[in-house]
């Protein structure tokens, strides 16, 4: 499977279309900044991380993860630095041959992703 990472503190993009011809599915998750932190407005949030490890665990997570879900692709982006209100925070694209590997692999990073992966937000901007 091929994986790719990006975290940076780049506006996310969305990923590139399909062009293996042996890719049937597209399964795709972005993540938003809500207007709304624990009740109060905000104008932005402001992750941080430990990018070397962050890499790290989210390149095993996606290969133990494809043993169980096999797909083809998976690109993860993830924003770090000041994300305002209405921009995403994290993207995910995974390929895949067949829909259901995919959305199994797609929701079974994200619910591991907040647990293990050394990203943090850190502070909110107040509206």
């Known amino acids: 499977m091929h994986i790719e990472i990006l975290i940076n503190n780049v506006v996310i993009t969305p990923s590139p279309r399909l062009s293996d011809p042996g890719v049937g599915a597209l399964a795709e998750f972005t993540g938003s ?22 890499e790290t665990v989210m390149r095993r997570l996606l290969t133990e993860l494809a043993a169980k879900h096999p797909c083809l692709a998976v690109r993860v982006q993830h924003r770090i630095g000041i994300v305002p209100v209405g921009e ?4 995910i694209a995974v390929q895949a041959r067949h829909r259901a590997e995919a959305f199994a692999l797609l929701a079974a990073f994200m619910d591991r992703l907040k647990q293990d ?6 502070d909110t901007l107040p509206a």
């Not at 992966?117 to 850190?122: E, G």
Request: net charge neutral; charged share 20%.
């Open 33 to 54: 900044v809500r207007r709304e932190e624990n009740g109060q407005p905000i104008a932005a949030l402001v992750y941080e991380a430990y990018q070397p490890m962050a």
């Open 117 to 122: 992966v050394p990203i943090w937000k850190t």
């Open 88 to 91: 995403a925070a994290i993207h």
